[in-house]
């Protein structure tokens, strides 16, 4: 996926702005996992999102590895890893495609893995080729998660949910500069991708909607992410995503931003709101567990 590859993408404030995941969730993949817990690689780690609080939240494990394709991300994971380097000191960063675990070779880890992460990257890989790959780094038992997030709603301000969307995916707004398929697999939350029963068993799919709030409260939700955000930091955020990217680099001289457009409509919808409102957004969300085969 080239966009976050490229050197003017902005790792950092990728970083500040993504959304990061509940504890919660991770207390249900720590039940799921079994057995020893000595290596545990992220793959798609980008700036170290999931990377680092898989070190904290999945205390026992000795290592973390985590790989991205993009040295840019790498790099931004690194320098955020120095920041506190006795904290982070069971993790290392390794630039590689998640279809390789090549990299284990040169690295003192020998074993095999017992946890292979993917999160919020697989819609970008080879998936029949990653599969195979991990069924041929992990230990018998260990455990495969895929987790991540489609598109987000406001809860509070049904009309906006629209926009975003329109924003999204319209000819006219950012529909265009997606790479796809991986767009369109990330938004369905990998609905069209299985694990291969030849090595993975004890599959655990979930998914989250909004119309599971008619029914539940967001306690009850281990994969509840949400964001509190002014309309100012939702523009930041949107200008992280790489649809964003190709866009502002196929029209540098507009004349107002994409993002200014959408806050301009948000308040003409609710002319209650201003760049200063805080609104909740929350995001459609889903796992994927599996365990290897014996
Ligand atoms: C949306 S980011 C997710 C980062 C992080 N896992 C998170 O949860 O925020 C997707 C990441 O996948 C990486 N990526 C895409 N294709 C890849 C591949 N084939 N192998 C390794 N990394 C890949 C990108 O470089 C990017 O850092």
Not at 56 to 72: A, C, H, W
Not at 98 to 113: I, Y
Not at 214 to 230: R, V
Request: hydrophobic content about 35%; overall charge negative; glycine content about 4%.
């Amino acid at each position: 996926m080239s966009t976050f590859s490229a050197q003017d993408f902005n790792a950092q404030r990728y970083f500040s702005v993504r959304p990061t995941y509940p504890d919660s969730f991770y207390n249900v993949l720590n039940a799921y996992h079994k057995g020893p817990q000595e290596l545990v690689v992220d793959v798609g780690c980008g700036p170290g999102t999931a990377t680092f609080q898989l070190s904290e939240q999945l205390d026992s494990f000795q290592r973390v590895i985590g790989t991205d394709l993009s040295p840019t991300m790498i790099e931004s994971a690194r320098s955020f890893q120095k920041q506190d380097p006795q904290k982070y000191s069971r993790i290392s960063f390794e630039q590689s495609p998640a279809e390789s675990f090549e990299f284990l070779k040169t690295c003192s880890n020998k074993q095999k893995c017992d946890m292979v992460t993917a999160v919020e990257c697989v819609h970008w890989f080879n998936f029949a080729k990653f599969q195979e790959s991990v069924a041929n780094t992990l230990r018998p038992g260990g455990t495969l998660a895929i987790w991540g997030y489609g598109d987000f709603f406001f809860p509070d301000y049904p009309l906006l949910t629209a926009e975003i969307d329109k924003l999204s995916y319209a000819d006219d707004k950012l529909g265009p500069y997606w790479q796809q398929p991986g767009r369109r697999i990330a938004c369905e939350m990998l609905k069209e991708l299985h694990f291969d029963s030849k090595w993975f068993q004890d599959v655990e799919e979930v998914y989250f909607y909004e119309d599971d709030l008619k029914d539940k409260n967001p306690g009850d939700i281990p994969l509840f992410m949400y964001q509190k955000l002014t309309l100012a930091q939702l523009k930041e955020y949107i200008k992280s995503w790489s649809g964003h990217h190709s866009w502002k680099k196929d029209n540098p001289n507009a004349e107002k931003d994409i993002t200014d457009a959408f806050v301009e409509r948000a308040i003409e919808l609710y002319p209650q709101l201003n760049e200063k409102s805080e609104l909740q957004i929350t995001w459609r969300t889903f796992w994927m567990f599996a365990r290897r085969r014996h």
